[in-house]
């Protein structure tokens, strides 16, 4: 099973956007698990995950957690499909990464 | 103006980077969020006790005739017993704000360092305790002659010491972990729980902090420290004069939000997260100075339309301890509209007047979290970050929106101090609770959001010209 983390700064609107990609996974009948979590509290998140998306608005932290994750494929999502909550984007966004 | 842009963000992504990195700022902004819902409660509890349960003339109970004003000797008893409730609330709640913080703010920077932050916390609120004066002044009868008397004067558990509180967390968590990571500590053999050993190994960086607090609190109390004719009765008094005083003249004004309510959104334009980016502002200024009205209506000193009820007691107030206009309410009620930049107008604006159904489609899909003041699907869906041609009126909007409601309060239009309430309330219903059940208030909430749709049709109608020119030259 594949382990994406979504990581903003407080994990509200982004919890959104998780909920979205769980459907659509759930659709596509793909097993996956998909958590948000804060910025601040990825201590103990390290080997927990196969790939890390940052919310948009905060792009400035990609090294720190980048590095706080052990070097995992980490990427911005995309800004539109943020903002719309586009689930399908976003997943299909993670699984190229993790290519 | 594209220039422009990439100019500033390449300015501005280091800056936010550092200020949302910083582990001080961090600790401050999750210290603070833990104490949230306590501050919301207390804030309520006041709220009712002004609005519903309130014995004065023209009050809601007194006008519906179930309380009869004129004669105190027969209110009826459940009335005083409820308003007991509300003040012992508030006493739990925000009389003890800088109590809170001292222990939230010490734990969050210890956990964020990589420690446990349990013992750090205990040992903050311990040294909180030691820097406050525990003798008072009070009359022995009413206007009497003021006696020394052994007690500790709640206001230094109040917002008003809210500094003192950052500094003193601030100072036992960096001491505490200091000595963690040189490994100054007494070490347990390791059959020992590691609960215990870790209350242990709290023992020497403990008995450095208290010893360290407790003779400055002595070196203030006996006044060998002293400017000229200034003597501090504490560590608190004397943080209060040198900070608190100063901050909350230069930061603390009109020109203080205007800076944080123009760089909330200067920060959003380049897609960061501006309220997050400037909550230490927002936590050491505006949040506390809400909580600090709050305290002196509880008190029964000033109440929400800026009238002074105990004029000795308002005399009295330290410049940390006055009541203030500049709040976080102030821009949550009339200025945050459905997020930074009141984008809720901008949203009614799309729905009005936008021939582009993509930007009309977002628009209706941000319209209920906007209810609720979350605006990313719109800061990023439409999108506003990194669009020029909302550039002006998204940074112009919010100075706009404090200079209108601070005329406003000015002109006595509406209530004068506002009390802490959820950021997240909707339009109106925000502005109600936090200016004390006011439908004044809750009214211009309204007619700030008319403003706003106003000031962003015809940006909207610049975007259709563009979206159309775009159509055309495609079409051809």
């Known amino acids: 099973m594949q382990r994406i983390l979504l990581v903003c700064s407080q994990g509200m609107s982004t919890s959104i956007l998780v909920q979205k990609m769980q459907n659509e996974a759930k659709e596509q009948g793909i097993e996956v698990l998909i958590e948000a979590h804060a910025n601040a509290s990825l201590e103990n998140q390290k080997g927990n995950w196969d790939v890390c998306l940052l919310g948009p608005q905060i792009r400035y932290a990609k090294k720190q957690v980048q590095a706080a994750l052990d070097d995992i494929p980490t990427d911005i999502i995309n800004m539109q499909a943020y903002g719309m909550g586009d689930g399908k984007a976003v997943l299909k966004q993670a699984f190229e990464l993790m290519q | 103006m594209e220039k422009f842009i990439s100019k500033l963000e390449k300015y501005l992504l280091p800056v936010a980077e550092k200020l949302n990195g910083q ?3 961090a600790s401050l902004r999750d210290g603070f969020i ?32 179930i309380v009869n004003a004129v004669d105190p000797a027969n209110y009826p008893i459940w009335m005083t017993n ?6 012992n609330i508030y006493n739990g709640s925000l009389a003890i704000t800088a109590l809170l913080v001292v222990y939230t703010i010490a734990f969050n920077l210890t956990e964020i360092k990589g420690y446990k932050g349990v013992e750090a916390g205990v040992l903050s609120l311990a040294a909180f305790f030691i820097a406050v004066p525990f003798m008072m002044e009070v009359p022995i009868s009413e206007g009497g002659e003021l006696i020394s008397v052994m007690a500790i004067n709640p206001s230094f558990f109040g917002p008003a010491n809210i500094i003192t509180a950052i500094l003193i967390a601030f100072f036992v968590s960096e001491v505490y972990t200091y000595f963690l990571k040189r490994e100054i500590t007494i070490k347990m ?5 590691p609960a215990v050993g870790r209350s242990f190994a709290a023992l020497l960086p403990g008995a450095f902090i208290l010893v360290v607090i407790a003779i400055l609190q002595m070196l203030f109390t006996t006044e060998i420290i002293s400017f000229g004719t200034y003597t501090f009765d504490s560590i608190s008094s004397f943080i209060q004069l040198i900070i608190g005083a100063p901050l909350r003249i230069v930061g603390g004004g009109y020109f203080g939000l205007m800076v944080y309510a123009t760089m909330v959104n200067v920060f959003w334009f380049f897609g960061i997260h501006g309220p997050n980016t400037l909550a230490f502002m927002d936590q050491s200024i505006f949040s506390p100075a809400a909580v600090q009205n709050a305290v002196l209506i509880q008190q029964g000193i000033v109440d929400f339309s800026g009238n002074i009820l105990n004029q000795a007691a308002y005399d009295n107030l330290s410049t940390v301890e006055l009541p203030s206009i500049y709040t976080k309410t102030l821009v949550d009620s009339y200025v945050f509209l459905g997020g930074s930049g009141a984008t809720l107008g901008l949203i009614i604006a799309l729905l009005l007047a936008s021939k582009n159904e993509a930007n009309k489609k977002i628009a209706k899909y941000s319209f209920t979290p906007a209810l609720f003041n979350i605006n990313e699907p719109l800061l990023f869906g439409l999108p506003i970050v990194f669009n020029p041609i909302l550039f002006i009126p998204f940074i112009l909007i919010q100075p706009i929106l404090v200079t209108t409601a601070t005329l406003a309060i000015n002109f006595g239009l509406i209530p004068m101090y506002g009390i802490t309430i959820p950021w997240t309330s909707p339009v109106g219903l925000g502005a109600f609770l936090g200016y004390g059940g006011s439908f004044t208030a809750m009214a211009f909430a309204f007619f700030q959001l008319a403003l706003s749709t106003l000031l962003y049709y015809p940006f909207v109608v610049a975007m259709n010209r563009i979206h159309l020119n775009k159509n055309e030259k495609e079409g051809e």
């Open chain 2, 23 to 25: 582990r001080h700022l």
């Open chain 2, 189 to 193: 053999p390791s059959e020992v729980p």
């Open chain 2, 82 to 87: 409820i308003n007991l409730v509300l003040d």
């Open chain 2, 34 to 65: 833990a104490t949230m819902p306590l501050l919301i409660i207390g804030a309520f509890a006041i709220m009712f006790k002004n609005v519903v349960f309130n014995i004065s003339e023209g009050s809601l109970l007194v006008s519906l005739g």
